[in-house]
């Protein structure tokens, strides 16, 4: 049973005369006698009491010869138009003052409202109410110019009936505007606008009693305004003027007194006989389109409504006087069934006369044309209210007179309309101009609340927006025009000549280069200035002004943009409903303006950042007050309307955006359900939810909707995820085949991904990954025969085919170079990704015949292509249509299930896009780059070259898994460096991976590993470089000979297009330094080894023992004796007996800085100090190391007669990890020393400490150092293609220098490799 809309009751008390009453039949004949006399009575009061109180004024005037007249001249004639505003004044005066101050003429004109009311004829009374006051206000308005009154003949000022007129014409707008309220939600409350208007006045209670006087004021003081005007125009007149309009005003008044006579004869209003023409009149239109839809049928429910309908008005009808029985049965005897319907002003009705048969785009009947001539009406009081506001205030003035002298002069100068008329025509201009603007912005927000179906698809809203388009055009042409000098004939003949031209060229629709168009566009505008300017110039500036101010009201009246009433109208019930959201705050452009949503999909323009602020304070709003404020339907943007072969389907855009889900997940969810429940309050048969809407966290995917709006619901809640798992696992056949495929899943837990996940291993057999970092979810996957990973990592180094269902930044990240991603999650992370190639499987093709005009939004999406959730709705519609029960699919995705909706969303027109099969892997052999070592510089130059698509090979000696030299350091190495110092190029090490500061060399070794896999890295491991020669081909022109397990000792030989050399500098220890200290140490039999030693348990169970006696001693006094000496103290138990010590020979005396003070890091001081010139590195480095306390105290722990660093020479100081360093030194249990001169017998060890000293040593650990020099090729030959990387001088933050050199070098190898090749 269709749903009824509510309608208000009026608790009207019963509107009865007491004469209608009575039942002598002489008073009844009499008593429209005795009317008609009271009114002529009071009328000759009225009129003669108005030309009493001109005279008094009068002669006020006279005896004040100060003031004089505007108008100036003596003996001047009003003009035909004054003379038509003037007559027209008086008119309304006279009305209004009668029905003021006569109870009978008054209560003639309020019983016949009162009828209206009861019989719910909320339009009639709108409708007849707002074409008066737009009567009214434009003639005040015309009214304003002439009523300009001179003070000692010098200055203008503006009088206070203009004031007042201000006044009128902004009460009126605001009355209007109130009426039409009313008459939208076709009830007045008690104090509503058009009860205020209409009803009698009350005096029950103390509130009835102040708004009745507050009624009579106002309507008082309205009548007043009008007798200023009529007062000002004959006292403003010349003699000849004053005599004229005396002798008219007695004409004028002896016309009304027999109208209003006869209206008191008859009992009828002016106003009622207007509205029965009309009804009339209607009535006739309104029967031809009824009967042409009855033949259609189906109004059975529209029937039934309408008995009901009649029935109560009829009651009520019963009630209303005699008088007005005519109009009750002309209306009974004009209408048919369907007409009452219409009349009965049921929405039901009307939207089941729209849904069904689609008659027309808007309402018919009397409450359509009643709507549009009161939208009209309004918009005609709203202008000029405005015009006149911005006439009377003059700010439109100013800026023109600031300009022009420098000064801001008062306003009342400015507008002298009878001397200066320029200046009247630049207020008329500006005002125009002002509105112009005031306009675009109204009519943006208009198109914002409306449906966005006015933007393109039907011929009247386009005629509307090219309207729009071309009123700012004018606008501003208008504003430009007055300050350009006049032009010349020749000229204007010439542009006229062109925009011939370009009228030609548009209708043979030619497409033209875009700047031959802007250039005709161009001279067409200029021309219209200058025709503009010379309509200035040569006409009557009064008459120009006045001709553009009508001109462009009639203009406003029958062209605007919609006002909310006219959108009102438009509204349709949709069949189905896409829910979507946008993704971020500036996305809400795209929904007004049309060429940024068709833009490159998820990158908003950069002119929208500077909005931000202005984004966040709406984002906002909308978000938290938008749907509190106005209820459900505010909950949501209407963005889109349009038919899809046989269904309506509406796209919202709910008022939040996607960072809210996150910051407000409960406003959001509200918001939701608001929109769900008003979808449901209209008769919207299928809600399908988009985007994250329908997030798991927010409503259960839907459930929690469903659950809220109860059993009884009538609309199907959806949310597309079996025709958006069976596109997706489609789609992934369709490009991959049948052949063997390892696909990494991301998303795997949403209910999409794991259909899909199933989907595709037990329809295709493809081997899947899915991806959670859910322990519980992982443990699912395991259960259901899956393979898992947690980390993302895991996936890169699975597959180069990944499935993206969840939005990550990680996985642009981290996905390996050149892979292929099938995504469906939306927004998709791979934007910023050009080398993978990204596959949209969640989209699919609709059939653009099938749309009844262009959508005019598509959620970012091209105009063919929608969101196969989407999709879903219209399938649910049609599946509805086909007598479906309702459909409820928010729970998990059957994968037995999905395959039905994909055929039926084929059999609407919808299509999977097609794709080009992957490829196998590149089988042409193309010239490689050989890079010699896998360390950080080997890796990130093949990371570039991989960038750049050049083939390479990576050659690695080492057959384990390691990377570099990071496996043959001591133990427990932690890196110096801060990680963002320690970065690679193309990858940073994320904070979900590595989450310190600072990372171990182990870390450092799975960053690296990572880094192989993103970057698809061909790494030969176990392959001995032994040599780098020239003299190869004339493509290849490097032979690199290396040794591998299968080459039994022989070198084999690999061209090499380039060879990068990334053998590493600190990789061969350094035992032999100047003072042999490793030939005393074996003579004096003392066990030493070197600190890349220092990696197995015994060895560090040895040093530890020898600290504790006090018999450690440590050589060499850089970052890895440092780092030793800290790692050693602390695994070194204190306590009572404690005889830790540990010696430290050192030549020179490094800077030992902490590595963090303060907020101060010592690597990042280190990244600005290599920026530096060397003496300002020096100075920088001595000002630090004497102003630090911890570095001055190690500083005084070494003999003084050591050398100290004078200069840095790209050396690196020492940094103090943990601050061990300084506070052993501090407690001395590190000891410094000069170098070991030499060893006695007994292994006492004799330093240069000049104070002939020795020490016990059982230990020494040589951390001195590496042999730096590249012993596989001596220099670089970059000219022929050689290259060395990771030599460099830089020891402050080496690793950053790496990916610096691999850049430039990839650099320069790309540059000759396709030149080269002749490719
Ligand atoms: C103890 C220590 C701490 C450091 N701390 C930092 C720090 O905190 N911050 C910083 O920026 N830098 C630091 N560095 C310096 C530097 O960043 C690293 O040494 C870095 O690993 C150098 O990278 P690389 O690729 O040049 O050399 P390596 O990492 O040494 O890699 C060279 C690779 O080439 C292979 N190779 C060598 N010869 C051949 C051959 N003939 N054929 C095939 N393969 C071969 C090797 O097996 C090795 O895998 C530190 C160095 C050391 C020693």
């Excluded at 002298?405 to 001397?419: E, P």
């Excluded at 929208?608 to 459900?632: A, I, K, S």
Aim: charged share 20%; proline share 4%.
């Amino acid at each position: 049973m269709p749903q009824q809309c509510s309608r208000s009751t009026l608790p009207l008390p019963k509107q009865t005369h007491p004469i209608e009453n009575s039942p002598s039949s002489l008073v009844r004949q009499v008593d429209p006698l005795v009317r008609a006399l009271n009114t002529v009575m009071y009328g000759l009061l009225v009129h003669f009491g108005t030309l009493w109180m001109i005279d008094l004024a009068q002669r006020q005037q006279h005896n004040d010869s100060s003031y004089t007249s505007a108008a100036g001249e003596e003996g001047r004639t009003p003009s035909h138009l004054l003379s038509i505003l003037f007559l027209h004044e008086y008119w309304v005066y006279l009305q209004h003052s009668n029905v003021f101050g006569n109870p009978l003429l008054q209560h003639l004109d309020r019983q016949y409202g009162i009828a209206l009311l009861k019989k719910n004829q909320h339009w009639s009374i709108a409708g007849t109410l707002t074409a008066y006051w737009s009567r009214e206000c434009l003639c005040l308005f015309l009214c304003l110019p002439f009523l300009q009154r001179q003070y000692n003949g010098e200055q203008y000022y503006f009088t206070s009936t203009q004031y007042m007129i201000l006044y009128s014409l902004i009460y009126h707008t605001i009355k209007s505007r109130g009426v039409r309220e009313d008459a939208l939600k076709r009830s007045s409350p008690r104090f509503g606008i058009m009860r205020l208007v209409i009803d009698k006045f009350y005096l029950n209670s103390m509130a009835e009693v102040q708004v009745t006087v507050l009624r009579l004021f106002l309507q008082g003081f309205d009548t007043y305004i009008h007798f200023c005007v009529v007062r000002d125009l004959v006292l403003l007149s010349s003699p000849g003027g004053v005599a004229w309009c005396i002798s008219s005003m007695h004409v004028l008044f002896t016309v009304w007194v027999v109208h209003a006579a006869l209206n008191q004869f008859f009992r009828k209003s002016t106003a009622s006989v207007m509205v029965q023409t009309w009804h009339a009149l209607t009535a006739k239109k309104i029967d031809n389109d009824a009967m042409k839809t009855a033949e259609k049928g189906d109004f059975i429910g529209g029937k039934e409504n309408a008995t009901n309908e009649d029935k109560d008005e009829s009651t009520e009808g019963e009630s209303l006087s005699s008088g007005n029985s005519s109009l009750t049965s002309s209306d009974n005897k004009s209408t048919t069934n369907v007409v009452q319907i219409i009349d009965a002003n049921d929405e039901y009705v009307v939207r089941q006369l729209l849904h069904h048969e689609r008659v027309c785009n808007s309402l018919k009947g009397r409450q359509g044309s009643a709507s549009s001539g009161v939208d009209k009406a309004i918009r005609l009081a709203t202008s000029v209210s405005i015009l006149a506001a911005f006439f009377m205030i003059g700010i439109n003035n100013v800026p023109m007179q600031w300009l022009s002298s420098g000064n801001i002069v008062a306003t009342s100068d400015m507008c002298n309309i009878f001397q200066d008329q320029s200046r009247v025509l630049s207020v008329a201009l500006y005002s125009w101009l002002l509105w112009g603007l005031l306009y675009g912005i109204w009519a943006i927000f208009l198109k914002s609340r409306s449906d966005s179906q006015l933007s393109n698809q039907s011929s009247s809203s386009r005629r509307r927006q090219i309207s729009f388009i071309r009123m700012a055009d004018f606008t501003v042409m208008i504003g430009v025009a007055y300050l350009l000098p006049p032009e010349s004939k020749g000229m204007l003949l010439f542009t006229l000549i062109v925009l011939t031209g370009k009228s030609f060229i548009q209708s043979m629709d030619i497409s033209f280069p875009r700047i031959v168009w802007n250039g005709l566009l161009a001279v067409e505008f200029l021309t219209k200035l200058r025709i503009l300017r010379m309509l200035q110039q040569s006409s009557d500036t009064m008459l120009t002004s006045f001709v553009l101010t009508v001109l462009w009201s009639l203009w406003v009246v029958t062209n605007a943009n919609p006002t909310p009433c006219e959108v009102e109208k438009q509204r349709e019930v949709a069949d189905a409903v896409f829910l979507g959201h946008p993704a971020e705050l500036h996305d809400c452009w795209a929904l007004w303006l049309r060429p940024y949503s068709l833009q490159e999909r998820w990158q908003a323009p950069s002119w929208v950042w500077p909005l931000w602020p202005f984004h966040y304070v709406v984002g906002w709003y909308v978000c938290n007050y938008r749907q509190r404020l106005f209820g459900d339907k505010a909950s949501f943007f209407c963005s889109d309307t349009v038919m899809y072969g046989n269904a309506l389907m509406q796209n919202w855009v709910a008022t939040h955006f996607a960072r809210h889900f996150v910051t407000n997940p409960r406003q959001v969810k509200k918001n939701i359900e608001a929109a769900a429940r008003h979808a449901e309050e209209i008769g919207v048969k299928v809600l399908c939810l988009g985007a994250l809407n329908k997030a798991e966290s927010i409503n259960g995917g839907g459930l929690g909707i469903v659950n809220e709006l109860g059993p009884r619901r009538r609309i199907s809640v959806i949310h597309g995820n079996h025709l958006t798992s069976a596109a997706v696992v489609e789609t992934i056949h369709q490009v991959f085949g049948d052949r063997k495929v390892k696909f990494f899943l991301t998303g795997a837990s949403s209910k999409v991904g794991w259909a899909v996940a199933q989907a595709l291993r037990d329809r295709h057999a493809y081997e899947v990954l899915c991806h959670s970092t859910d322990p519980g979810r992982r443990r699912f996957f395991r259960e259901h025969g899956f393979a898992s990973a947690a980390t993302l990592a895991e996936g890169s180094a699975f597959s180069k085919y990944w499935i993206v269902g969840k939005y990550d930044t990680a996985v642009a990240q981290l996905i390996p170079q050149n892979s292929t991603a099938v995504v469906f999650s939306v927004p998709h992370p791979l934007g910023v990704r050009s080398d993978v190639r990204v596959i949209e499987a969640g989209t699919l093709h609709m059939d653009l015949q099938k749309l009844d005009r262009p959508r005019s939004f598509t959620n970012k999406l091209r105009a063919h292509e929608i969101f196969a959730c989407h999709a879903a709705s219209a399938v649910a519609a049609y599946r509805l249509e086909k007598g479906s029960a309702l459909i409820d699919e928010v729970g998990p995705v059957d994968p037995q299930e999905m395959d039905s909706w994909l055929d039926d969303a084929k059999l609407l027109g919808f299509q999977i896009p097609t794709f080009h099969p992957v490829e196998d892997d590149e089988t042409i052999q193309r010239p490689a780059v050989v890079i010699v070592g896998s360390g950080p510089a080997g890796l990130s130059a093949a990371a570039m070259l991989s960038q750049k698509n050049i083939p390479h090979i990576v050659l690695e000696a080492q057959p384990g898994e390691s990377f570099g030299s990071w496996s043959n350091h001591f133990a427990g190495l932690e890196i110096t460096t801060q990680k963002k110092w320690c970065n690679l190029p193309g990858l940073s090490m994320n904070n979900k991976d590595f989450p310190e500061e600072n990372v171990s060399a182990e870390e450092y070794q799975r960053y690296l590993q990572q880094y192989v896999h993103r970057f698809n890295i061909n790494i030969r491991r176990g392959v001995k470089v032994v040599s780098v020669e020239k003299g190869g081909s004339e493509e290849c022109p490097w032979v690199v000979k290396y040794e591998d397990s299968s080459s039994l000792g022989n070198t084999q030989l690999l061209p090499a297009f380039s060879v990068i050399v990334a053998t590493g500098k600190h990789r061969v220890p350094n035992k032999n330094t100047t003072d042999d200290v490793a030939g005393k140490l074996t003579t004096a039999a003392i066990q030493f080894v070197h600190s890349t030693e220092m990696c197995d348990g015994a060895t560090w169970e040895q040093a530890v023992t020898a600290a504790r006696n006090g018999r450690l001693c440590i050589v060499g006094l850089g970052n890895s004796a440092a780092d030793l000496a800290a790692l050693i103290l602390q695994r070194c138990p204190t306590g009572e007996k404690d005889t830790t010590q540990i010696h430290i020979a050192a030549r020179t005396v490094p800077p030992v800085f902490p590595r963090k003070r303060f907020i101060f890091r010592v690597d990042s001081l280190g990244f600005l100090v290599r920026l530096m010139p060397q003496f300002l590195q020096d100075f920088f480095v001595h000002l630090l190391w004497t102003m630090i306390p911890s570095s001055k105290l190690c500083n005084a722990a070494f003999p003084s007669h050591l050398k100290r660093w004078t200069k840095i020479n790209g050396r690196v100081p020492v940094i103090d990890k943990h601050g061990m360093i300084a506070s052993g030194l501090q407690s001395g249990k590190l000891v410094g020393h000069g170098p070991i001169l030499d060893i006695t017998s007994d292994r006492n060890v004799h330093f240069d400490d000049r104070n002939g000293s020795s020490t016990a040593i059982d230990m020494v650990i040589l951390a001195t150092g590496y042999k730096e020099e590249c012993s596989l090729v001596d220099r670089e030959d970059k000219l022929n293609g050689m290259y060395k990387i990771g030599f460099g001088k830089d020891r402050f933050l080496p690793l950053k220098s790496i990916g610096d050199e691999a850049k430039e070098i990839v650099e320069e190898i790309s540059k000759v490799y396709d030149r080269a090749l002749h490719l």
